[in-house]
């Protein structure tokens, strides 16, 4: 389902993703379902939401298609994917900030700067 403003949703085709990293995986998703956050956006209460973005972050499918560098799954497994993917390694990563993971999702919004728990 693509956003195309609030209380508007349809079903588009988007173009086959690629493997851009070595880490990348494509996902066939098979079953989809929403949550709370998903409620948001439809409403038009999360002012980021852009055009064209698309609804339904969990999601049941097959790995078609892995990087070079990825081990932990191959082609035909199922995978059940949750919503908060993040790479590990980042600086927001490192400090628990997950949400905020710039490898993983190219649309964060997050300014990078220096940040500790506790205060700046």
Do not use: W
Request: net charge positive.
């Amino acid at each position: 389902m693509n956003y195309i403003g609030p209380f508007r949703i349809r079903t588009t085709q988007k173009p086959y993703p690629e493997i851009l990293h070595p880490e990348d995986a494509i996902v066939r998703v098979t079953r989809s379902c929403i949550c709370g956050s998903d409620l948001h956006l439809y409403h038009g209460l999360v002012p980021d939401t852009r055009v064209g973005s698309t609804f339904g972050h969990e999601f049941i499918g097959v790995i078609e298609e892995v990087g070079t560098a990825v081990t932990k799954v191959k082609p035909g497994d199922n995978v059940m994917v949750p919503f908060n993917i993040s790479c590990g390694k980042c600086a927001f990563c490192k400090q628990g900030l997950f949400g905020n993971c710039h490898e993983s999702n190219s649309m964060a919004t997050a300014v990078r700067c220096m940040y500790r728990r506790g205060g700046l």
